[in-house]
């Protein structure tokens, strides 16, 4: 009897065990899978401010997980005599493509009437496929009269160029306020830059604009020569008492060759002879921050003259190296003894071309000067055999 109610004691445990071992992995085997997200629509700034008169653009995101879609979209509620208008891509839409795992962004501007009264305003913008819909709700709160409010625009924040570049970003600030400001302007740039601001062509570093007024400025930035490539950031700012915007502009500076032109011995000098081909070596070093290619040797030489090169074309010179080219120069037939100056030019494609003048002194042949001395004891013979014979007579 005992051994039986062990026996029945042994099986309710392992029921009970089995049981409790086993729900958790069915509750878990149970749960719903996480679908793909569907269609969604979305603005980071659903409620915002205005003043009488002023339009709202509200920066809109199309978003899907599931399948590529065409979504068209409306505006619904919007207050009677109200706009709105949908652009993409610089162009007036009714509908986008969306597809998963890339977002597709539209502009919403709205334009109230100029006379529309001051209130809290609601409406909403619905975009629907075939298969899904999302709703949006903005709020526009309209007001006879904004805060004191600054804004930049810049069409090209970055620009590349060399260390000798003046970059010159072509910036619109706007007072998006309704009191007129006075407002200063300020940089913050690396040490190798110099930031000026002009307004028409003149340096400015104080502007006043009205309500609701833009001005187009120039900002400058000049690198000094000796600026290492790379990017670098400049920060601007305005400020015009509690109103202050700020953006960051980029100048890309990228490396530029500088070459130089000089002998082995750094003697800008040499001699020729005339009637005949005399070489001169030269040295030219790239000492820039780029190499220097396909540059091109010349000479800018007296009347008469000729000069050749070997090579007349290097193909590339790396920054920090230099190569050797013989300058074969032959003085014209006509020349004189004495001192006369060539130009040698070293031109490559992509930087500025550099040149060295050279002292080069004509000198005649020493085969000419020994038969001129042998003319000379000829002649000097032959007189002193004339005078020898007709003397005796």
Same mark, same amino acid.
């Given at each position: 009897?005992?051994?039986?109610?062990?026996?029945?004691?042994?099986?309710?445990?392992?029921?009970?065990?089995?049981?409790?071992?086993?729900?958790?992995?069915?509750?878990?085997?149970?749960?719903?899978?996480? %679908? +793909?997200?569907?269609?969604?629509?979305?603005?980071?700034?659903?409620?915002?401010? &205005?003043?009488?008169?002023?339009?709202?653009?509200?920066?809109?995101?199309?978003? @899907?997980?599931?399948? +590529?879609?065409?979504?068209?979209?409306?505006?619904?509620?919007?207050?009677?005599?109200?706009?709105?208008?949908?652009?993409?891509?610089?162009?007036?839409?009714?509908?986008?493509?969306?597809?998963?795992?890339?977002? &597709?962004?539209?502009?919403?501007?709205?334009?109230?009437?100029?006379?529309?009264?001051?209130?809290?305003?609601?409406? %909403?913008?619905? #975009?629907?496929?075939?298969?899904?819909?999302?709703?949006? +709700?903005?709020?526009?709160?309209?007001?006879?009269?904004?805060?004191?409010? *600054?804004?930049?625009?810049?069409?090209?924040?970055?620009?590349?160029?060399?260390? %000798? @570049?003046?970059?010159?970003?072509?910036?619109?600030?706007?007072?998006?306020?309704?009191?007129?400001?006075?407002?200063?302007?300020?940089?913050?740039?690396?040490?190798?830059?110099?930031?000026?601001?002009?307004?028409?062509?003149?340096?400015?570093?104080?502007?006043?604009? #009205?309500?609701?007024?833009?001005?187009?400025?120039?900002?400058?930035?000049?690198?000094?020569?000796?600026?290492?490539?790379?990017?670098?950031?400049?920060?601007?700012?305005?400020?015009?008492?509690?109103?202050?915007?700020?953006?960051?502009?980029?100048?890309?500076? @990228?490396?530029?060759?500088?070459?130089?032109?000089?002998?082995?011995?750094?003697? *800008?000098?040499?001699?020729?002879?005339?009637?005949?081909?005399?070489?001169?070596?030269?040295?030219?070093?790239?000492?820039?921050?780029?190499?220097?290619?396909?540059?091109?040797?010349?000479?800018?030489?007296?009347?008469?003259?000729?000069?050749?090169?070997?090579?007349?074309?290097?193909?590339?010179?790396?920054?920090?190296?230099?190569?050797?080219?013989?300058?074969?120069?032959?003085? #014209?037939?006509?020349?004189?003894?004495?001192?006369?100056?060539?130009?040698?030019?070293?031109? +490559?494609?992509?930087?500025?071309?550099?040149?060295?003048?050279?002292?080069?002194?004509?000198?005649?042949?020493?085969?000419?000067?020994?038969?001129?001395?042998?003319?000379?004891?000829? #002649?000097?013979?032959?007189?002193?055999?004339?005078?020898?014979?007709?003397?005796?007579?």
């Amino acid at each position: 009897m005992k051994r039986r109610i062990w026996i029945m004691v042994l099986l309710v445990t392992l029921a009970l065990f089995t049981v409790t071992v086993s729900a958790p992995v069915l509750a878990q085997e149970g749960q719903p899978q996480q %679908s +793909p997200q569907g269609l969604t629509l979305f603005t980071r700034y659903p409620a915002q401010e &205005t003043a009488i008169g002023e339009n709202v653009t509200f920066g809109l995101t199309l978003r @899907t997980g599931t399948s +590529p879609q065409i979504v068209r979209l409306e505006v619904q509620n919007l207050p009677q005599g109200w706009t709105a208008t949908f652009r993409g891509g610089g162009e007036v839409i009714r509908a986008a493509y969306v597809e998963p795992g890339n977002d &597709t962004s539209v502009d919403l501007r709205v334009e109230p009437p100029a006379d529309v009264p001051p209130d809290t305003y609601h409406f %909403s913008v619905i #975009a629907q496929s075939e298969v899904e819909k999302a709703e949006l +709700p903005i709020e526009l709160i309209v007001k006879e009269k904004l805060p004191p409010s *600054l804004k930049f625009e810049v069409e090209l924040p970055t620009l590349r160029g060399t260390p %000798s @570049t003046t970059f010159r970003y072509d910036v619109t600030l706007k007072n998006t306020g309704a009191e007129d400001l006075s407002v200063n302007l300020m940089s913050e740039a690396p040490a190798e830059f110099q930031v000026s601001f002009k307004l028409t062509g003149q340096d400015v570093t104080n502007i006043p604009i #009205a309500a609701n007024e833009s001005k187009r400025l120039s900002v400058e930035a000049r690198a000094f020569t000796e600026v290492q490539a790379g990017s670098y950031q400049i920060n601007v700012l305005a400020q015009g008492g509690v109103a202050q915007a700020t953006t960051t502009l980029t100048a890309e500076v @990228t490396g530029q060759p500088e070459l130089t032109i000089t002998a082995p011995d750094g003697r *800008l000098s040499g001699q020729a002879y005339v009637g005949s081909k005399t070489p001169l070596k030269l040295i030219v070093q790239n000492t820039g921050s780029a190499p220097a290619r396909n540059i091109e040797l010349s000479a800018s030489q007296p009347t008469g003259w000729t000069v050749e090169f070997e090579p007349k074309q290097i193909a590339e010179i790396p920054n920090g190296q230099q190569v050797e080219v013989t300058a074969n120069v032959q003085p #014209a037939e006509q020349a004189v003894t004495g001192d006369y100056v060539v130009t040698f030019r070293a031109s +490559p494609e992509d930087g500025a071309s550099k040149s060295a003048e050279f002292r080069i002194t004509v000198l005649t042949s020493t085969f000419w000067g020994v038969v001129g001395v042998a003319l000379i004891a000829v #002649a000097v013979a032959v007189v002193g055999l004339a005078v020898m014979r007709f003397g005796r007579r």
